[in-house]
Every structure is written in structure tokens, then in C-alpha cells.
Nanobody, 114 residues
Framework: QVQLVESGGGLVQPGGSLKLSCTAS????????TAWYRQAPGNMREFVAR???????NYADSVKGRFTISRDNAKNTVYLQMDNLKPEDTAVYYC????????WGQGTQVTVSS
């Protein structure tokens, strides 16, 4: 079975940084695109960042220049480095991978507040 497990969420002040991790079992991240999505209460889940197996990276306009997606294939882990965090970044962040993006993690809460 495939399992994606996110970690690294928490409470951070505006302007601070946080690094999320997503570690997979049952699939090999290196052969798939991986992505991060987020969902705030009452809102739809929205795209944040994607990394293809060829190394192409895409970001939502709202996080460009502040967030960086990366991989460590040896650890079967994808990361989301979040810098200069803003209150509007507050959400549950979800890891996504697999053929047609079929696999999701359980989410990790990120709260940006003073």
C-alpha cells in the first residue's frame, strides 16, 4: 500500500520560516511528479508547488519567491521550504504524488500568526 506522511508543520510568526517534509512508502518518488497543496478552513484545496521527475518546478503565484520545493530521492522524501511566511499561508498542507496525482498525505497544519 502507498502511504505519504507529512511532517514539519507548526506555529510560526509572520516573516518566519518552516520546512515541511513528505516521506513516502509503497512508491518511489523519483519516478513521479510530486506536489504540495494547501487548504484553509472553508476554502477549496489549492495548488502550491510541483516538482516533476525531470526537475521542472512550478509554483502558485502567491508563493513564488518565498517557497521552494525539493527532493531527496535517496530518502524518498519531498520538501517544501517556506520563507517569509504570511498569515494568509495558514492552512493544512498536503503532499501529493503518483500517477495522475492519485496519492495524498494526511496533511500537516501550518499556522502563521503573531
Amino acid at each position: 500500500q502507498v502511504q505519504l506522511v507529512e511532517s514539519g508543520g507548526g506555529l510560526v510568526q509572520p516573516g518566519g520560516s518552516l520546512k515541511l517534509s513528505c516521506t513516502a512508502s509503497g512508491i518511489i518518488f523519483s519516478i513521479y511528479s510530486t506536489a504540495w497543496y494547501r487548504q484553509a478552513p472553508g476554502n477549496m484545496r489549492e495548488f502550491v508547488a510541483r516538482s516533476t521527475r525531470g526537475g521542472l518546478r512550478n509554483y502558485a503565484d502567491s508563493v513564488k519567491g518565498r517557497f521552494t520545493i525539493s527532493r531527496d530521492n535517496a530518502k524518498n522524501t519531498v520538501y517544501l521550504q517556506m520563507d517569509n511566511l504570511k498569515p494568509e499561508d495558514t492552512a493544512v498542507y498536503y503532499c501529493n504524488a503518483g500517477a495522475n496525482g492519485r496519492y495524498w498525505g494526511q496533511g500537516t497544519q501550518v499556522t502563521v500568526s503573531s
